[in-house]
């Protein structure tokens, strides 16, 4: 595809569940970030990847997130025992340059309601 | 670390109007900025970007941002708004040191063109 894409689009868990969202990046995009947005505010950051490399996880909020990209390309974000301060917007984006000066171009997000 | 700060969450302005959207930075190191927009019902899309050489950038849909290092701001102007302009605009840095990726949004400010 030409942009990033992210899937479900909405998800609905009950408290307490394991939820798994997916990010197909931009084909030949060596950066891949996940970020998580709250409503009414702008994107914070949770984690990033050089190609199948997590170089930096310091935004996770809690040990209940977990990311990983072990081909790199495809990351899949987990949170376990989902809690309702989680309900929010996780994006992904993806960067062909490791610099950071780099564009990344955001895919949809997916919308997470924590029930 | 850096923070970003944009002050109004929202500008109404009647088409054909000036506009001005403020963001000012925080930062201990030297940064890349970017402005990012979000049309209703779709992901984030880069506006546009400083990284070296002119302080002032443009877009190709008529805005521009000027970087003043002095003010740490970097507010973004069109001379002339459209109705199709009406969409929220995320101010971002991210650290120029290598391996620091991450970037680091402002809450957002909401531009609403009215005819």
């Known amino acids: 595809g030409a942009g990033v894409s992210q899937s479900p689009r909405y998800k609905v868990a009950k408290r307490g569940q394991d939820v798994a969202l997916r990010c197909d990046p931009i084909s030949g995009h060596v950066s891949l970030f996940w970020y998580q947005q709250a409503l009414g505010q702008g994107p914070e950051f949770l984690t990033y990847f050089q190609n199948e490399a997590q170089l930096d996880k310091s935004g996770l909020p809690s040990d209940r997130f977990f990311a990983e990209r072990p081909e790199g390309s495809v990351s899949t974000l987990k949170i376990q025992r989902t809690q309702q301060e989680d309900s929010a917007v996780y994006l992904c984006?993806?960067?062909?340059?490791?610099?950071?000066?780099?564009?990344?171009?955001f895919g949809p997000g997916t919308r997470l309601t924590v029930l | 670390a850096q923070s970003v700060t944009q002050l109004d969450s929202q500008v109404p302005v009647f088409e054909e109007a000036p506009v001005e959207l403020r963001c000012n930075y925080s930062?201990?190191?030297?940064?890349?900025l970017f402005w990012y927009v979000q049309y209703p019902n779709q992901g984030l899309q880069l506006l546009l970007k400083y990284l070296s050489g002119s302080t002032l950038v443009e877009s190709i849909n008529g805005f521009e941002a000027e970087f003043n290092k002095s003010q740490t701001s970097f507010h973004l102007r069109k001379p002339s708004v459209h109705i199709s302009d009406t969409a929220e605009y995320f101010c971002?840095?991210?650290?120029?040191?290598?391996?620091?990726?991450?970037?680091?949004f402002g809450s957002g400010t909401r531009l609403q063109v009215q005819p």
């Open positions: 984006a993806s960067s062909l340059s490791a610099g950071g000066s780099g564009t990344q171009y």
């Open positions: 930062s201990s190191v030297s940064v890349y």
């Open positions: 971002a840095v991210t650290s120029q040191e290598p391996g620091r990726r991450a970037l680091t």
